[in-house]
């Protein structure tokens, strides 16, 4: 729960790094970014509900639990991890191209500066 609080923090500063130009390809692209991270998010609360226990506790606390998870439910965990990967943009994966396409609009922007903070803490998050 943890991880999708903070990486909230760091997309929406991908959600409004587009905004700044003003037109219409901006607005386009912060709102598929913003559709994306909602799919995404929606996946990872239903599937941390998926492991919970019959007595409303749930399995996974920690990031530590997620070991455990493949044995019981191989399917649930491959899933989790994929969602996971595509929350911090991971490239091959659905959270890369919204993230990709707000960077590049910043870009065209001529804010070089700003997209490099982008690019730089975007790893940073990933790495966490």
Do not use: C, E
Request: cysteine-free.
């Amino acid at each position: 729960m943890r991880i999708i609080a903070l990486s909230s923090i760091s997309n929406i500063g991908v959600l409004f790094a587009p905004l700044q130009s003003g037109d219409f390809m901006s607005l386009y692209s912060s709102i598929l970014y913003f559709l994306s991270y909602l799919l995404i998010v929606i996946n990872l609360f239903t599937l941390l509900f998926a492991f919970q226990l019959p007595n409303h506790r749930l399995l996974l606390m920690t990031t530590n639990d997620l070991r455990f998870l493949v044995s019981p439910h191989p399917y649930l965990a491959l899933l989790l991890a994929l969602s996971l990967f595509s929350l911090s943009a991971i490239p091959p994966l659905a959270g890369f191209f919204p993230k990709f396409w707000a960077i590049f609009i910043t870009t065209q922007t001529s804010n070089f500066f700003y997209a490099l903070l982008l690019i730089v803490f975007s790893a940073i998050s990933a790495f966490f």
